[in-house]
């Protein structure tokens, strides 16, 4: 019998074929579990994915919650400052307005002891009533002596304060004689000269005209009848009105 000799390279053959077929089959079969475990993976994936895009939507909406109400806060911040300052400007004004009442109190002690004037504290400012008897002479616009004092007096107050100041004129409804209806046609007339004279004064001794405003109500607007000399006399009258209104000053 003829013995045959195996070369070492047809042993090493043998073993790669033997060993490249088992691969084939591992190959085979490790394709088949990955393309399930991908599928698995590629879900598990979405899902995640999906809900990393709902996180992020939410945190969006938080973000977006949270500087609406920053701004929210920041708002009501200033409003609070506004209403605050609002606040301490209108109690600073009341101060300065029950002072210049207080100050002009004190400069008509006598008259209004003597029922010559009448000083009211009001919601929208200070009105001094000064009887028309203590300003002019009767059927005149023309200041007298006593009148120029005491609106000197009170120029001297009112030039302190940079309120507007509104001079208004009154009278009774006795009708003009005819010997001033030349020079007075009518009630409205004389008031609104007596008005203005009081006005050129008070700029005279120092108000600023810019805050001074002469206005006639003639015989309307009464604060008493006019049928005794008692309501007539009432109704004769100056007010000065101070509105806490600021004036620019020239």
């Given at each position: 019998m003829k013995r045959i000799t195996q070369k070492p390279g047809c042993r090493w053959l043998r073993s790669g074929l033997v060993l490249g077929l088992f691969g084939l089959?591992?190959?085979?079969?490790?394709?088949?579990?990955?393309s399930k475990t991908y599928k698995a993976m590629?879900?598990?994936?979405?899902?995640?994915?999906?809900?990393?895009?709902?996180?992020?939507m939410e945190r969006d909406r938080l973000m977006g919650e949270k500087s609406r109400l920053s701004a929210k806060v920041a708002e009501t911040e200033d409003e609070k400052m506004a209403?605050?300052?609002?606040?301490?400007?209108?109690?600073?004004?009341?101060?300065?307005?029950?002072?210049v009442y207080q100050n002009l109190q004190s400069t008509f002690a006598k008259e209004q002891a003597a029922n010559q004037v009448k000083i009211e504290m009001m919601k929208s400012g200070i009105k001094v009533n000064l009887a028309n008897e203590i300003l002019f002479p009767s059927g005149s616009a023309d200041l007298n002596a006593m009148g120029i004092e005491v609106l000197t007096r009170a120029a001297a107050e009112l030039k302190k304060s940079p309120y507007q100041t509104i001079v208004a004129g009154f009278t009774d409804n006795?009708?003009?004689?005819?010997?001033?209806?030349e020079k007075y046609p009518t009630n409205w007339?004389?008031?609104?000269?007596?008005?203005?004279?009081?006005?050129?004064?008070?700029?005279?001794?120092?108000?600023?005209?810019?805050?001074?405003?002469?206005?006639?109500?003639?015989?309307?607007?009464?604060?008493?009848?006019?049928e005794?000399?008692?309501?007539?006399s009432k109704n004769r009258r100056i007010e000065i009105i101070l509105r806490p209104v600021a004036v620019t000053m020239n």
């Open positions: 089959v591992l190959v085979s079969l490790s394709g088949c579990v990955t590629v879900q598990e994936r979405d899902q995640v994915l999906e809900e990393k895009a709902q996180v992020e209403a605050a300052k609002k606040a301490a400007a209108a109690q600073a004004q009341l101060a300065q307005q029950q002072q006795v009708a003009i004689s005819e010997k001033l209806m007339e004389l008031a609104g000269a007596r008005a203005a004279s009081v006005v050129r004064l008070l700029e005279k001794e120092g108000v600023n005209p810019a805050q001074l405003l002469a206005i006639s109500f003639g015989e309307n607007s009464p604060v008493e009848s006019n005794t000399p008692e309501g007539r």
